[in-house]
């Protein structure tokens, strides 16, 4: 889902308008700049298969995974962290 902010309703159509995401072999939302009040954020939630090797990143959001039988390798850049019945973990959250 993708969120946008701005002055007026026209401009968070047109930032909306220019976020774009990419699913050529890693998913990943792209989008114009931020700044003076404007923004924009994208949420993914994906569903995948229980027995899955999962490498996840994310920055200024959290990462909540659950159910995952696979090795499980995150980065969480100002974001926080939510594990539940998993087997293999390895993870870092930090501030910047």
Known sequence: MVHAW??????????????VIRTDGVLRAEGPDRGGGTGWS??????????IDLLLKTRNGGIAVADVRG??????????ISVAFLVAVQG?????
């Open 71 to 80: 090795n499980l390798v995150f980065e969480a850049q100002n974001g926080g």
């Open 92 to 96: 870092r959250s930090r501030r910047r």
């Open 6 to 19: 701005g002055r007026d309703d026209a401009e968070v159509q047109r930032i909306a308008s220019e976020v």
């Open 42 to 51: 994208v949420s993914f939630d994906l569903v995948v298969p229980s027995a």
